[in-house]
């Protein structure tokens, strides 16, 4: 029988907005045992993207303590938990991409959400006011509860758990990785690959997944051939994700046959929809569009010409295809193979980098990046825009 995990969730806001913070606790359905405690400052937020965070991070934890368990997720936020039931629209901008992220963490079935008052959540509301204490004084918050169960030597006793229920998925938190943090297990490495030279590669043009789709040149075969080779002769990629754009597949596919793996296509690694500018180099995009590209370099929330995506766009889906390869790929490396946009918005948002990083980063075709992503949901970059194995 599937193990059953009550997860609690809160979040709150000095302010609102104001400095934010979040905690949750999972607890084992059946005993009551407080198996894992996660909290974290995250800025200037409001209430509700506070304790969506927070539900995030609950589901996490809870799935990494158990990727088959069934979860009760119990939140006083009456917004969040009909939301997450779908009871209700979820109107606001902000609030979607979260919701998408908590929905990728659990498969559908596998979790139920209840509101109970707040009197009934003090736990999780005290983890958010610790973290958000800490975040104030410039440290981050500390667990008292290691991931497993059993509360630290003088930590406190958790308030009761609520009676049966179901179960479900997932884990996060805020210590630090490096320095006197906790072993916080293997995390799940994404090595990400972008793709070798399309004849429009050399040329500096827009080649997004709104244009021809090209295929690798032959510079771009023995890019992905040589990169292969390198990869195989590292031995540490367990599983290979890919782009569903005919460049990436074409590259994943080399590496597959050197590693005897198959290729599963991600639809949320294609690249960013450049519209009317699909094919143009930046100086004939900057003749013809003048102002929208002035504008589109000055926001991340402005598309491309006709239609094209924004990079807060592609941003959204790259983080929920992000989360549910985080979820299925515990402990174990990935190769993603994939674009330029796609693995810059994942160093940004691993670094906790501003939008306009985008545009400080090189990327070579068939270069190697990687991040790797640990149980309390923080993140280490470990390699960017490696060569090597093309000299």
């Known amino acids: ?54 539900l995030i991070a609950g589901l996490r934890a809870a799935y990494a303590l158990d990727p088959e368990a069934g979860v009760q997720v119990r939140m006083d936020s009456k917004l969040v938990i009909e939301q997450m039931s779908g009871r209700w629209k979820i109107k606001h901008p902000d609030m979607r991409p979260l919701a998408a992220e908590a929905k990728a963490i659990v498969p559908p079935g596998r979790a139920a959400y209840e509101w109970i008052p707040r009197e009934r959540n003090k736990h999780a509301d005290r983890l958010a006011n ?162 929208d590209l002035a504008a589109w370099l000055a926001s991340t929330k402005v598309a491309p010409t006709g239609g094209g995506e924004s990079f807060a766009a592609v941003t959204r889906r790259v983080a929920a295809s992000r989360d549910k390869l985080i979820a299925r790929y515990t402990g174990r490396t990935v190769l993603l193979v994939t674009h330029v946009t796609p693995i810059k918005t994942l160093v940004r948002l691993a670094l906790g980098a501003p939008p306009e990083s985008l545009f400080r980063m090189e990327l070579s075709a068939a270069s190697l990046t990687a991040v790797a992503y640990y149980a309390d949901g923080n993140a280490s970059v470990r390699l960017l825009n490696e060569t090597a194995h093309l000299r």
């Not at 809160?10 to 979040?22: E, I, K, L, M």
């Open 1 to 54: 029988m599937a193990r059953r995990f009550i997860v609690e969730a809160d979040g709150g806001s000095r302010g609102n907005p104001g400095p934010a913070g979040y905690g949750a606790v999972v607890r084992d359905a059946e005993t009551g045992e407080t198996l894992a405690e996660v909290a974290e400052y995250i800025g200037t937020a409001t209430n509700n993207v506070a304790e969506y965070k927070g």
């Open 130 to 291: 610790e973290a958000m204490d800490a975040g104030k004084r410039g440290e981050r918050w500390q667990p008292k509860v290691p991931p497993g169960g059993t509360l630290a030597a003088g930590a406190p006793e958790a308030a009761a758990p609520a009676d049966d229920a179901l179960a479900a998925p997932a884990a996060t938190g805020a210590p630090a990785v490096g320095w006197g943090s906790a072993d916080l297990g293997t995390p799940a490495t994404f090595v990400l690959l972008r793709h070798g030279e399309t004849p429009l590669t050399p040329e500096k043009r827009f080649s997004g997944s709104g244009g021809s789709d090209p295929e690798l040149s032959d510079v771009g075969r023995h890019q992905a051939e040589r990169v292969a080779a390198a990869l195989a002769a590292r031995g540490t990629i367990q599983a290979i994700v890919a782009s569903p754009l005919r460049r990436c597949r074409e590259t994943a596919d080399a590496v597959a046959r050197r590693l005897g793996l198959e290729v599963r296509v991600e639809e949320g690694l294609r690249e960013t929809d450049f519209g009317a500018w699909e094919g143009l180099t930046f100086a004939e995009a900057k003749e013809r569009y003048p102002d």
